[in-house]
């Protein structure tokens, strides 16, 4: 009898690469669009006395860092998850 491991049936999963152009179009929709919604919900009506660019760039100022760095990592994530399922289902 041998201590040694025995070999998996599986094969060892393969990488999960960058996402396509239409999926990281998708993925950059799903997070803008509720980010900018949310906000024009929330800070909108402080921003009602403002002109459009002073308006858009309060929202871009406060939406893209929650865009880049709380969503897009998570949709990421997400993306791998659902492909690694996939592949392995």
């Known amino acids: 009898m041998s201590d040694a491991p025995s ?15 239409h999926q990281l179009a998708l993925m950059i929709w799903i997070a803008v669009f509720p980010t900018l919604t949310l906000l024009n919900v929330t800070i909108g009506p402080w921003l009602s006395d403002a002109g459009p660019v002073l308006r ?7 939406a893209v860092p929650i865009v880049i760095y709380g969503l897009m990592p998570r949709l990421h994530r997400l993306r791998v998850q659902l492909l690694t399922r996939r592949a392995t289902a």
Do not use: D, E, M, N
Not at 9 to 19: E, Y
């Open 7 to 21: 070999s998996s049936t599986t094969p060892p999963a393969k990488p999960i690469g960058p996402p396509t152009k």
């Open 56 to 62: 858009t760039f309060v929202l871009a100022t406060i």
